[in-house]
């Protein structure tokens, strides 16, 4: 395996040095710059780090990253394994157990030369061929993590006592394929957060700034909202995960029963996917953590030899149609796969 340093890179920094790596989210109200992964299933990785300074995006290099053909993934849940599931959740709206749950597959493919995989070189690719603004990368060898994300999603973003969540929730080709469906299902997880920043918020000071905004991305569009509120007194980091995690999108509502409904109906882990992924700066009370949505993981460990996963999934309501909600999970790993795999070429990104 190549020497793959520990490195993290955010918004315009790329972090070197590691210093200190701990589960406990406590460590991020102290002092330095941090990494942070939380998976979906709760393992927590923050990573301090000692020298931090502005960096570009990294440039992809022909040849550098090989990545797995189109034909090599696997997913947990097949068409017709997820299409029978979104007819299951749909009988769960029927019985009043949830309103709204997350249904999410997760795609594997062994990696063409493992030792040679740097998940930073990936980091290249997408942030060429999918910018995002919430891209980032944590590569952590020894301690089990190599992220990269392309997320669009806000999970939590800190600025001293104020914190702010930017729910996804309407897919769309264009702004005229999204459906009253669509726009009801973000409204409804609005809710869901603005309940979940409540719990760790000063009250009163919970709002919605913005409602359903219609947000372009490579190749689609997402109906985007804005929930902020002030934090409690008392209330840190620890006390964010606590009230907030996982991530309502990408949940369901109410989250108690979405989450388990997901734990029945899915096949795989869902990882660093649908988790928190981002970075926080202790010594600026600030920090900007994207849900890890459009994120690709390598696992190195098991008895299947080294992986590159990516998770894909859709929201589930009563208005869902199941060939439509299928055709969503693919429109959202369609783009990304083909970057993966080394054959979509910069030059024609379209934004």
């Known amino acids: 395996m190549l020497d793959q340093v520990p490195l993290a890179r955010f918004g315009g920094l790329v972090a070197s040095d590691l210093r200190d790596v701990t589960s406990d989210p406590a460590a991020l109200d102290s002092t330095g710059w941090w ?18 300074r502005p960096a570009p995006a990294p440039q992809p290099e022909p040849g550098r990253w090989r990545g797995p053909a189109a034909t090599d993934w696997t997913s947990s849940l097949d068409r017709a394994g997820y299409i029978a599931r979104v007819r299951r959740i749909r009988e769960y709206i029927a019985a009043g157990e949830v309103y709204q749950a997350n249904l999410c597959r997760v795609l594997t493919a062994p990696l063409p030369e493992p030792a040679a995989a740097d998940i930073d070189e990936l980091s290249a690719l997408l942030a060429h061929g999918n910018p995002a603004p919430y891209a980032g990368t944590v590569r952590l060898p020894a301690h089990g993590v190599e992220v990269a994300t392309a997320s669009p999603e806000l999970y939590l973003r800190r600025d001293g006592r104020t914190v702010e969540s930017g729910p996804i929730k ?4 264009t702004a005229e394929d999204l459906l009253e469906k669509d726009h009801a299902e973000n409204v409804m997880i609005v809710d869901l957060v603005r309940n979940d920043l409540g719990r760790v918020c ?3 000071s919970v709002t919605v700034p913005a409602l359903c905004a219609v947000e372009p991305h490579p190749g689609l569009v997402h109906l985007v909202s804005t929930v902020r509120g002030e934090l409690a007194d008392g209330a840190g980091w620890a006390e964010l995960f606590q009230g907030t995690f996982p991530p309502g999108s990408v949940t369901g ?3 108690s029963s979405a989450l388990r409904i997901i734990s029945a109906l ?21 920090g900007e953590l994207a849900v890890g949505i459009r994120t690709f993981w390598i696992e190195r460990t098991g008895p299947d030899g080294p992986l590159l996963r990516f998770g894909t999934g859709a929201g589930i309501t009563w208005g869902s149609d199941p060939e439509r909600e299928w055709a969503e999970t693919e429109l959202k790993a369609s783009r990304l796969l083909a ?12 934004r």
């Open 35 to 52: 990494a942070v992964v939380v998976d979906f299933e709760g393992r927590t990785v923050c990573a301090r780090f000692g020298d931090i």
């Open 266 to 286: 899915e096949t795989a882990p869902r990882g660093p996917y649908c988790g928190g992924i981002g970075w926080v700066d202790a010594d600026r009370g600030t």
């Open 253 to 255: 509502a109410p989250k």
């Open 339 to 350: 970057v993966a795999s080394g054959a979509y070429e910069p030059s024609t990104t379209g």
């Open 202 to 204: 000063a009250t009163g």
């Open 170 to 173: 309407g897919t769309g080709r």
